[in-house]
């Protein structure tokens, strides 16, 4: 069979709540240098390369992977791996289906036999509405939030403690989660010679939020006529400038609130809101109740 010519991955277009991922295989591996063995498989895999450098071959291109960056490989598709790196590499890598539909007990369950491949046990990827297919464009720079779970989900996996199954599957859902805001990401960088600084900005909201964030200001920073990087941002971002600010300051807003024991007024001085009054009026207009009935009620729950 040629290995360029495939119908895999099989997609299927499914909402969030019907995702339910479950872990095959997760562990870390020291591969020294060289190619493995063309192979497919019956489930999804995600490659990390934590040290040192990788490739894979697949659908008749070469990805090279440095560290830092990861790659799909879907189920049923052609590929071969390989250590780049005369020192070798060390990677982390998951088995996973999107869909809880395979029953895995051995590598025979994971990689195709191809004298006798059963052609009904290929997974479905799971696509989301307004994204694209994850395997669409395999390799990923995932942010370290994304990578922190990977770690995480190989050590449930590993040590396998009561109710580790139900971990790794939230862990899971994150990190597919955390992939496809990259992809967003990346395809709002690529979508226009502004993309790039937009995005740029939307980190820099993120990571400042108490910051002064107005229109006039956010302009100028790119150069730009107020009400054209106004209508930019929206298209980039999906909402406007304020309101993003705004969502982003709230969202701090309430991890503050759980997580510390800062006042109601040390939280709104520090994403942005340094009138207390206010802050409690922007804060129930999005949550429907005060900030310290949202913290009475987050440590009751």
């Known amino acids: 069979m040629n ?25 870390f591996q020291t591969l020294p240098q060289g190619k493995l063995e063309q192979r ?20 008749g291109q070469r990805y090279l992977l440095t560290a830092g960056q990861l790659i799909l490989l879907p189920a049923g598709v052609y590929h071969q791996n390989e250590v780049v790196s005369a020192q070798g590499a060390k990677l982390l890598g998951i088995h996973f289906d999107f869909f809880d ?5 051995t590598e025979a369950d994971i990689v195709v036999g191809e004298e006798a491949v059963q052609s009904n046990k290929f997974a479905s990827e799971a696509v989301a509405e307004t994204f694209e297919p994850l395997s669409e464009s395999p390799v990923y720079t995932p942010p370290l939030a994304c990578v922190k779970l990977m770690e995480e989900l190989v050590h449930e996996f590993a ?32 979508a226009s010679v502004h993309g790039a600084k937009i995005a740029a900005l939307m980190h820099g909201i993120e990571a400042a939020p108490a910051e002064s964030w107005s229109n006039k200001e956010l ?24 309101e993003f600010v705004s969502t982003v300051r709230h969202r701090e807003a309430r991890k503050l609130l759980r997580e510390t024991e800062l006042s109601v007024e040390e939280v709104g001085g520090q994403v942005g809101y340094p009138d207390i009054h206010y802050f409690s009026r922007i804060f129930r207009r999005h949550e429907g109740i005060s900030p310290r009935e949202y913290r009475k009620l987050s440590r009751i729950l």
Not at 40 to 59: P, Q, S
Not at 183 to 188: A, G, H, M, S, V
Request: glycine letters at 4%.
């Open 3 to 27: 290995p360029t010519a495939t119908n895999y991955p099989i997609l299927k277009t499914a909402p969030f709540r019907e995702w339910s991922p479950s872990i095959h295989y997760a562990q």
């Open 40 to 59: 497919r498989i019956y489930d999804f895999e995600l490659i990390y390369v934590c040290h040192g450098d990788a490739a894979t071959t697949m659908n």
């Open 101 to 105: 539909e395979l029953d895995i007990q």
């Open 159 to 190: 040590m396998r403690p009561a109710g580790y199954e139900l971990a790794c599957k939230s862990l899971m859902l994150n990190i597919l989660a955390q992939l496809l805001r990259t992809q967003r990401t990346r395809r709002l960088e690529d």
């Open 219 to 242: 302009a100028a920073k790119l150069s730009m006529n107020e009400d054209h990087f106004a209508k930019l941002f929206k298209k980039h971002a999906g909402m406007p400038p304020g």
